[in-house]
């Protein structure tokens, strides 16, 4: 539910979502929308173990106690008695306390599944060497745009299920009115949104595609009926420039704007 402010339109959208037949839910702290989210899951006619709800801890709640108290905070906000996966959102701050704290709520069962968000290969496997615990999810950024092949490679190799966010790269690049995406959609009768869903399931990606429209939704989950070839992947593939198309989260500059920013949940 990124970028979704509006608690009335965020809580709409979550139970279009559901109606629609999604049951995954990705929201985060930072979204600012938890407590909307958690009001659709409540008002759902789909029982809580039917559905899978995911959230994130902030930069600013990082380190073992603020960690522990977040993810009290986040089921509160969502009114659960635990999380399907909860995330680090960023590789910053105190990550080794918050994993800490990840762990043991795990154990205790306010936690199904632990995972990070925005890792880079050299981050994931620093802390889960020197944890010995294995993030079961790393949520990356992946469009064919930015197809960060090396480390969808290296992360299932490690035995790390790669989430691909922004699928559509919120439709930069001209995204939407791409030529060769365009093409392929003809073929198959498919929308170019639809495309690159199925262009990242066949890559073995779990994928978070962001709509509040209820047409949207209903073409989105519309995806497993039909099968690109290996030539419409390798044409796809030849769309990658290689770089984020928002921003590198190893560039200094991002690193101290998220140092500060405090946001009031």
């Known amino acids: 539910m990124y970028q979704v402010k509006d608690a009335n339109e965020a809580t709409e959208a979550v139970l279009n979502a559901i109606h629609a037949g999604y049951r995954l839910i990705d929201t985060a702290a930072s979204y600012g929308n938890e407590r909307a989210v958690g009001e659709a899951i409540k008002r759902s006619d789909v029982v809580r173990e039917g559905l899978f709800i995911t959230s994130k801890l902030w930069?600013?709640?990082?380190?073992?106690?603020?960690?522990?108290q977040a993810i009290k905070d986040s089921l509160k906000r969502l009114q659960l008695n635990y999380l399907d996966l909860y995330l680090i959102h960023q590789p910053f701050n105190d990550v080794?306390?918050?994993?800490?704290?990840?762990?043991?709520?795990?154990?205790?069962?306010?936690?199904k599944e632990i995972g990070v968000s925005n890792f880079s290969i050299s981050q994931l496997t620093n802390l889960t060497e020197f944890?010995?615990?294995?993030?079961?999810i790393n949520q990356i950024e992946v469009n064919p745009f930015n197809q960060n092949n090396n480390s969808v490679v290296y992360f299932s190799s490690y035995g790390v299920?790669?989430?691909a966010w922004a699928p559509f790269a919120e439709g930069r690049n001209g995204l939407f009115s791409n030529e060769t995406l365009q093409k392929i959609g003809d073929v198959h009768h498919k929308s170019i949104a639809q495309v690159v869903l199925r262009?990242?399931?066949?890559?073995?990606l779990v994928v978070?595609?962001?709509?509040?429209?209820?047409?949207?939704?209903?073409?989105?989950?519309?995806?497993?009926?039909?099968?690109?070839?290996d030539a419409e992947m390798t044409m796809i593939s030849e769309l990658n420039v290689g770089k984020s198309?928002?921003?590198?989260?190893?560039?200094?500059?991002?690193?101290?704007?998220?140092?500060s920013r405090t946001i009031d949940y």
């Open 208 to 229: 978070v595609a962001k709509s509040s429209q209820p047409i949207r939704m209903h073409q989105n989950i519309d995806v497993l009926d039909f099968k690109l070839t």
């Open 96 to 111: 080794f306390g918050s994993w800490r704290a990840m762990i043991e709520a795990q154990k205790t069962g306010l936690i």
């Open 161 to 163: 299920q790669v989430e």
């Open 131 to 136: 944890t010995g615990v294995k993030p079961s």
């Open 199 to 204: 262009w990242l399931i066949q890559r073995g």
């Open 245 to 259: 198309q928002f921003f590198a989260h190893d560039d200094p500059e991002i690193i101290k704007w998220m140092a």
């Open 59 to 68: 930069v600013q709640d990082a380190g073992y106690e603020k960690t522990t």
